[in-house]
């Protein structure tokens, strides 16, 4: 059985440096434990008019962001040093698609030194690969997809996705914040869930067939609930569905 990667450093980069621009959340859930670890923000806005500059002193019409511009967008809400990268690229609330030649040509340059390779398709989703075989696809709606040369998937936003643990739980009514699937595992952070629909999720999880040896905690801790509930299908699949301080999700691994 392969080792699992969990979609190596471009997811957790990602929602890292999303989390620098903006409020963050963070959870991991393994086994039978879920616990504060990575950082993760909301997903991109799903903006489709070029990045502007708006004056407002003199009520001129916006114009487009020059390549200096997107670079230090980027940078300000990643902290990093100017000069885009994968990791800007990801944590910029942008549609790289909808951008303007100069910015593109410039990342398409930019990529190139890095050993990478970014492209533009005209259903305006952006696709780089990186040297290690990883492929990262951002969608119209500003959601990424990651896969890695191993197999491995991620994504950042997007639907809820469809794999071979997601088929053994019913559908949440709520979204997807981010996503990684392995052979072995799957994790997923919620967005948009309170405790209480994290709760009834739960519930409907246990009914879906993952009844066997049900451990729940319900907990106040200093006003902080912290709730999580851990169950086998008597398959070989153990589901933990958790929620803490207004961060939830949920793990599938096989046993």
Same mark, same amino acid.
């Given at each position: 059985m392969k080792k699992r990667k969990c979609i190596p450093a471009l997811l957790a980069l990602a929602l890292t440096l999303s989390a620098c621009g903006g409020s963050s959340e963070s959870t991991t859930a393994a086994g039978g434990a879920s616990e504060a670890a990575t950082n993760a923000a909301g997903t991109s806005s799903g903006a489709d008019e070029p990045l502007t500059r708006k004056d407002t002193s003199d009520g001129e019409k916006d114009t487009p962001l020059t390549r200096e511009d997107a670079a230090e967008k980027a940078s300000e809400s990643s902290g990093l040093p100017e000069g885009m990268d994968i990791s800007q690229v990801m944590s910029a609330d942008t549609i790289w698609a909808?951008?303007? /030649? /100069?910015?593109?040509? *410039?990342?398409?340059?930019?990529?190139? !030194?890095?050993?990478?390779?970014?492209?533009?398709?005209?259903?305006?989703?952006?696709?780089?690969?990186?040297?290690?075989?990883?492929?990262?696809?951002?969608?119209?709606?500003?959601?990424?997809?990651?896969?890695? *040369?191993?197999?491995? /998937?991620?994504?950042?936003?997007?639907?809820?996705? /469809?794999?071979?643990? @997601?088929?053994?739980?019913?559908?949440?009514?709520?979204?997807?914040?981010? !996503?990684?699937?392995?052979?072995?595992e799957f994790n997923v952070l919620f967005s948009g869930a309170d405790i209480d629909a994290v709760k009834a999720y739960a519930r409907e999880v246990q009914k879906n067939g993952f009844s066997?040896?049900?451990?729940?905690?319900?907990?106040?801790?200093?006003?902080?609930?912290?709730? @999580?509930?851990? !169950? @086998?299908?008597?398959?070989?699949?153990?589901?933990?569905?958790?929620?803490? !301080?207004?961060?939830?999700?949920? @793990?599938?691994t096989k046993e």
């Open positions: 909808d951008q303007d /030649e /100069e910015i593109k040509q *410039a990342l398409i340059s930019d990529f190139k !030194a890095q050993g990478m390779e970014i492209s533009f398709g005209s259903d305006r989703t952006t696709k780089v690969v990186d040297k290690d075989g990883t492929v990262s696809v951002q969608n119209a709606d500003g959601s990424w997809h990651f896969q890695s *040369a191993d197999g491995s /998937e991620a994504q950042y936003g997007g639907d809820w996705p /469809e794999n071979e643990f @997601t088929k053994l739980v019913p559908k949440p009514s709520f979204g997807v914040m981010a !996503a990684d699937t392995s052979d072995t066997s040896g049900p451990k729940e905690t319900d907990q106040d801790i200093q006003g902080t609930v912290v709730y @999580t509930f851990e !169950a @086998t299908n008597g398959n070989g699949y153990r589901v933990t569905v958790f929620s803490s !301080a207004g961060t939830s999700g949920m @793990t599938i």
